[in-house]
């Protein structure tokens, strides 16, 4: 009886050398954006304090130390807000007053309170719940000044209509629509020392139709792959951002934006 030989498979090629070493490469860069997005609340952190120990302030919270809930907290966190008012009613311009115990943002100028409106929702960062009771109360017992200011609000709203011919036209015309397009209100304010609050409209789908879920970004900033760009090939920590989040009624959100100026101030309370 024959016995019947089956031939040894031939091996397949072997993948090239290439490939392996840039699945490795690729593998490395995603391993250490992880750890660095994972640290990067730790240099937050770190960069708050380092801030908030060259202030003289910070020697007079020596003798008190933090204790979540007690009274004493309280009345430190009040009086950095105090503070803070006194500071901002020397300026000359209107700055941004924000109380999130109370839900309040004011408009204040030389300590005169020019405009106030209800928040309606609030999200705030677990980041700033965490903060040491001395870097609070030493980094908002002053006022934070803003470096950039993004928005979907027209800062100076020109309406564009043509003159009427006579009277009568003038007449007709008197309560004609505005022409000037309303999108969709947004607000991001940047502080200088890193802390970022934003506003948004509170949506009434009744007066303001649908919005579309992109129009309002939930987290403005750099995108991701810029920041792994950022942060991997030119040598940068990511750089974490506590952000406060809150929605405001419409109209007031317009105003509040068109009456900051450049420059502008704003006075934090959480």
Not at 56 to 66: C, Q, T, Y
Not at 135 to 153: F, G, R
Request: charged share 20%; aromatic share 4%; with cysteine.
């Amino acid at each position: 009886m024959e016995t019947l030989h089956t031939p040894n498979p031939q091996p397949g090629p072997s993948p090239k050398p290439w490939l392996k070493i840039t699945a490795m490469v690729a593998a490395v860069l995603v391993l250490a954006f992880l750890v660095s997005l994972a640290l990067a609340p730790a240099w937050k952190m770190k960069e708050l304090r380092l801030l908030a120990s060259g202030d003289p302030a910070v020697g007079e919270l020596a003798g008190h130390p933090a204790n979540p809930g007690h009274e004493m907290d309280s009345l430190l966190r009040e009086r950095a807000y105090k503070r803070a008012l006194l500071q901002v009613a020397e300026s000359d311009s209107i700055q941004l007053v924000i109380h999130l115990s109370d839900s309040t943002v004011l408009l204040q100028m030389k300590g005169v309170i020019l405009h106030s409106t209800k928040i309606r929702t609030l999200e705030s960062d677990r980041f700033l719940d965490r903060l040491p009771l001395e870097v609070e109360t030493v980094l908002l017992s002053h006022p934070l000044p803003l470096k950039h200011q993004t928005a979907t609000i027209v800062k100076e709203p020109v309406v564009e209509r043509q003159a009427p011919k006579d009277t009568a036209e003038a007449a007709l015309t008197a309560w004609a629509p505005d022409t000037l397009i309303q999108n969709p209100a947004f607000v991001a304010l940047d502080t200088e020392c890193g802390i970022r609050v934003v506003l948004e409209q509170e949506v009434n789908p009744r007066v303001f139709g649908p919005v579309e879920p992109n129009v309002l970004p939930r987290r403005h900033g750099p995108s991701p792959d810029r920041t792994l760009t950022a942060g991997l090939f030119h040598r940068k920590k990511l750089d974490y951002i506590p952000t406060v989040q809150m929605t405001l009624p419409v109209e007031d959100l317009r105003s509040i934006y068109r009456a900051l100026p450049d420059q502008a101030l704003v006075v934090l309370k959480l």
